[in-house]
Nanobody, 126 residues
Framework: VQLAESGGDSVRAGESLRLSCEFS????????LAWFRQVSGKEREEVAA???????LYGDSVKGRVTISQDKAENTLYLQMNSLKVEDSGMYYC?????????????????????WGQGTQVTVSS
């Protein structure tokens, strides 16, 4: 599985940004895709996830401000982020895992995914 993120940028607080992740090699019809972010010195934090059934989950810090979606025809995952805050800054990673479906009670964690992209940097200034 290969993943390539793009769309990271430096923006002002309150602005919007859309990240993209082109993926390939997901050979199963059952899978999950997710966005995580990481700030230097801190653990990777869950942002949003979507599975092959269209079920979505969001991290508490971004609920109501971000939307995850996928274009199956184009093999592209998106993350639309609105009302960006300074604390949204970080390296954003796309992740994928075959045979994984999302469940609201269990959430999603970095350890659930074994395939990762190289990341795209988002910087939000006040």
């Amino acid at each position: 599985v290969q993943l390539a993120e793009s769309g990271g940028d430096s923006v002002r607080a309150g602005e919007s940004l859309r990240l993209s992740c082109e993926f390939s090699g997901l050979t199963r019809h059952t899978y999950s895709l997710a966005w995580f972010r990481q700030v230097s010195g801190k653990e990777r934090e869950e942002v949003a996830a979507i599975d092959s059934d269209g079920r979505t989950l969001y991290g508490d810090s971004v609920k109501g401000r971000v939307t995850i979606s996928q274009d199956k025809a184009e093999n592209t995952l998106y993350l639309q982020m609105n009302s960006l805050k300074v604390e949204d800054s970080g390296m954003y990673y796309c992740a994928a895992e075959n045979w994984l479906l999302l469940h609201a009670k269990s959430g999603f964690r970095p350890g659930d995914f074994q395939h990762w992209g190289q990341g795209t940097q988002v910087t939000v200034s006040s």
